[in-house]
């Protein structure tokens, strides 16, 4: 794309954006109308397209920097059949693990930096001591957090994405 027509992409959904919302005197844009809006889309259907995937797939992907100063990049995308014939039982334990206010703000706060359990101890409205090692053996054993050096927990690289995409796809 040459750059006149990033420009004139760049110049579309600002417009979209300036719109009134819904209620106002304009429609609002719908969503997916806009052919660059769905570029991760079409590369999707792409690579889906060259291996045969008839009943098409998943993809999600990031490019996320945490508050605490790690960037992360990460993409995954399956086959629809293969997730339609998978296991979801296997699931649930990794569910569960993120089914606690108190399980989320542990590990928004890890993501935050503070990693070590003094540091989320000190946390209010978290719990008791043994409360938070609770938690936190749910959260690691789910494979939502790790211990790393000198008994700091960490969110591993390959779950970031995939924790931000749950939280969005929740409606956060």
């Given amino acids: 794309m040459d750059l006149e027509q990033r420009v004139a992409a760049l110049e579309r959904r600002l417009a979209a954006l300036e719109r009134p919302a819904a209620g106002g005197t304009e429609p609002a844009p719908v969503p997916g109308s806009d052919p660059d809006e769905l570029w991760a889309l079409r590369g999707l259907q792409t690579q889906l397209a060259g291996l045969g995937a008839e009943n098409g797939g998943v993809l999600y992907t990031g ?77 690691t054993a789910a494979g939502w957090l790790r211990t790393a050096a000198r008994g700091r927990h960490e969110v591993p690289a390959d779950r970031v994405v995939p924790l931000l995409v749950m939280l969005t796809a929740a409606g956060h």
């Fill in 63 to 139: 490019a996320v920097r945490i508050p605490a100063g790690q960037t992360y990049e990460w993409q995954y995308a399956l086959t629809t059949d293969t997730v339609l014939d998978g296991d979801w039982a296997d699931a649930a334990d990794v569910f569960a693990a993120l089914g606690q206010p108190v399980r989320l703000r542990l590990l928004r706060a890890v993501l935050d930096g503070r990693g070590t359990a003094a540091e989320l101890t000190a946390l209010d409205g978290t719990g008791t001591t043994g409360q938070i090692y609770h938690h936190l053996r749910q959260l």
